[in-house]
């Protein structure tokens, strides 16, 4: 079965310090990926997808940026934070019948 | 543009039926999911409909119509543990991204 991890849990960082969230799938090959934020109380905000390993699309201009090195492989990162990148962070795969299975999510507070 | 709108809170008591609607507005349309957050959890995929109709999952019901550019979820036999946020969302054109709408957050009374 199909299984997608997500490290860390919770993250206290300062505005201007850089940012690295990782994601890895297990138990398929190619899949497509996705990176979401939620605000508190709010829905899910697309950030980036990616259909293969180099393959990146941005949805919202902002200081956050992905990558794909490895097929399961999803990184997203920033050079600076900022308090607005404060956030629930949320990466998923894509099933075959246009499900997603999220991970379960980086808390992340700039402070 | 694309939008998905759903209403932000519902009360029902356990025991009840609840109908949570969706209406869309999409460039594309590559079907219509459900989702359910619970409170500092990750989403979870709960049902999908790709053609008109009703989909059962156990307690769980979902219905689709096109042409109507609208869906629901249908909570049966609700029970205080389906106290949730739930997300409808419609796959986009190219089928590569799937829109959320901002949520309905359902409370089960006692």
């Known amino acids: 079965s199909q299984t997608i991890h997500q490290w860390p849990a919770t993250l206290v960082q300062p505005v201007g310090s850089p940012l690295s969230l990782e994601c890895t799938v297990e138990?398929?090959?190619?899949?497509?990926l996705y990176w979401y934020r939620q605000a508190a109380g709010r829905g899910l905000q697309l950030l980036f997808y990616?259909?293969?390993?180099?393959?990146i699309s941005s949805e919202v201009p902002q200081n956050l940026s992905a990558s794909r090195p490895q097929d399961r492989q999803f990184i997203l990162s920033s050079k600076k934070l900022l308090l607005s990148d404060s956030g629930f962070y949320l990466c998923?795969?894509?099933?075959?019948?246009?499900?997603?299975?999220f991970g379960p999510g980086t808390r992340l507070t700039v402070t | 543009g694309q939008s998905l709108e759903q209403p932000s809170e519902v009360t029902a008591v356990e025991g009840a039926i609840v109908q949570i609607n969706c209406t869309y507005q999409?460039?594309?349309?590559?079907?219509l999911s459900w989702y359910q957050q619970h409170d500092g959890g990750a989403p979870t995929f709960l049902s999908y409909?790709?053609?008109?109709g009703l989909e059962e999952t156990g307690r769980f019901s979902s219905f689709l119509s096109r042409s109507d550019s609208y869906g629901y979820l249908l909570l049966q036999e609700l029970q205080m543990k389906d106290s949730a946020s739930y997300f409808c969302?419609?796959?986009?054109?190219?089928?590569?991204?799937?829109?959320f709408g901002a949520g309905t957050r359902l409370f089960v009374k006692a």
């Open positions: 998923a795969w894509r099933g075959g019948s246009d499900e997603q299975y």
């Open positions: 138990g398929t090959s190619n899949p497509n």
């Open positions: 990616s259909v293969g390993i180099g393959q």
């Open positions: 999409t460039s594309g349309f590559y079907g």
């Open positions: 409909n790709a053609l008109d």
């Open positions: 969302a419609v796959g986009d054109t190219g089928g590569f991204k799937t829109i």
